[in-house]
């Protein structure tokens, strides 16, 4: 593989920042786009690396200083940290760095930045000794993270982690086998595996996907993280793109700054937010104690990242509800039509006398409305009502329906139809995965119940709180049944109010909502319609 080196007079200009990005670039455009993807492998840019480093805490009279970069690339990240101590701290004399990765094609570019990075700080009196260790990062380091003894050797963790899941039998997750439960992303055990190796009050500022923050998959791991760690700054970019341009990266990234020591709920954390590194301040921060963003939800907890008025006030609201939908006797369950898997009982044309009966996408699903004329290519309107689809059908009753999954640069993160038994004409209907559905099992919503809670979940209330802790592009039926709702007086009184004025759509629900649960409205104009 060629990669196209800066010549000489670059290289003693530049910093190692310059000349690690300037690397980590030609061997981007060296390498297939897929083959990055595989690897979970996106180039930290400078300015995102510098930023990062900003964020750590820099002691003056500390003379040497020891640093981990477990998923290193071309060592950007090292760099602008090591930069910054230099240039806040006086006293450093010495700084240590060990740095993994398992990328062969990248030894020749490391060792390069090695030696700038050594000759740079020689003309700044300060030795730096950068370890490169050409391992599996988490096998390499599975005695350490095993030994119950907490106190690591590192004084800060920086990283830019691989981000893929990773099966049940791999090798990195037996490390982990006590601890964390069902699927996992690589992303996850390389934080874990950092905490555990940093010294007690170390530093550890990770760029990751934002969707540790809720969900099932990561409850294991937030409990393992939350228990020797406090969260101090979380950056969250408004932009999926922003973040890797070149590499066109769609995950939702935040930074995350955290200690090694046990949570503590007085502990005031700051959230920032920007659309792009461009625009990232950190002096414009949010403050909140600790114990009101992490919220438990039953047996879970999820993380609320707040970044508006909006957002902050949803969360005050909903934590005056104690009760979830199980307390009325409701239940959100996920659509049980998977296509592929029920292909032999899809028709797309209805012929006179057929048993046949409507099978409802998500792109028939509009807020506070079903639009069966919406017909898209290769998926099928009608599924078989017989003997043999009885477990893949529904008895024809009301529900709400409620999108599974959305983009997030979607308006809507919440979506939700209320269908009713007498506007279908057919005794059975078919819902596909794609879609939730919250029902009674043992029995059925009232035509106010369904309209209630359709204007509820199609509320910039409900859009708010759920856009300040879901970072994923799914609203699973676990969230939805644990989420707190207001008494079921008030939910029928919404239901009832909407079909007095005898309103269509979304407009007028948000007055609607703020007059029944005497709410002040906040007036954003992100949110407001």
Known sequence: MSVVQPDV????????????????????????????????????????????????????????????????????????????????NPSIRAIEVDAYDTDPSLCTLIDDVISVADQWGRKQDVEINIRYIQEDFILANRAAIQNNDQNGRYDIVISNPPYFKIGKQDARLEVFKDALHGQQNIYGLFLLASLKLLKEGGELIYLIPRSFTSGLYFQSFREQFLSFAT???????????????????????????????????????????????????????????????????????????????????????????????????????????????????????????????????????LKMKLDLSVIKKDKQQWILDNRKSNSKTLENKNYVLLRRFSSKDDEYKLVATPIFANGLGYSRIGIENHLN????????????????????????????????????????????????????????????????????????????VERVLNLKRYKDARWIK
Not at 246 to 270: C, F, H, W
Request: with cysteine; aromatic share 8%; charged share 25%.
């Open 231 to 365: 969260l101090e700054h979380i950056h969250i970019f408004g932009s999926r793109a922003e973040s890797f341009k070149k590499d066109n990266v769609l995950q939702e990234n935040i930074i995350l700054k955290a200690l090694k020591q046990k949570s503590d709920a007085s502990r005031v954390v700051r959230i920032s937010h920007s659309a792009g590194v461009n625009e990232a301040r950190v002096d414009e921060a949010r403050q909140y104690d600790e114990a009101t963003l992490i919220q438990d939800h039953g047996q879970s907890n999820i993380i609320h990242l707040p970044i508006n008025d909006l957002e902050e006030f949803a969360i005050k609201v909903f934590r005056q509800w104690h009760n979830t939908l199980e307390c009325y006797g409701m239940k959100v369950s996920t659509g049980p039509v998977v296509p592929f898997r029920s292909a032999a009982l899809l028709a797309s044309k209805r012929s006179p006398g057929s048993k046949l009966v409507p099978l409802i996408w998500m792109h028939n699903c």
């Open 9 to 88: 007079a670059t290289i003693l200009k530049d910093t190692p920042t310059v000349f690690s990005e300037l690397l980590a670039s030609s061997y981007s455009e060296s390498v297939n786009k897929e083959l990055k993807k595989d690897r979970g492998q996106f180039f930290t840019p400078r300015q995102l690396a510098t930023f990062m480093a900003s964020l750590a805490s820099i002691k003056p009279n500390i003379d040497l200083i020891r640093i981990l970069d477990p998923g290193c690339g071309t060592l950007t990240l090292t760099c602008a940290l090591v930069q910054r101590i230099v240039e806040l």
């Open 437 to 512: 559905y919250l029902h009674k099992p043992d029995g059925e919503l009232e035509r106010v119940e369904a309209l209630g809670l359709s204007v509820l979940y199609n509320s910039t209330l409900f859009e708010a709180y759920f856009r300040s802790f879901s970072g994923n592009t799914q609203i699973s039926a676990t969230e939805l049944n644990k989420t707190p709702m207001p008494p079921l007086e008030l939910i029928v009184e919404i239901g009832k109010e909407y079909q007095r004025l005898s309103l269509e759509g979304i407009e007028g629900i948000d007055d609607i």
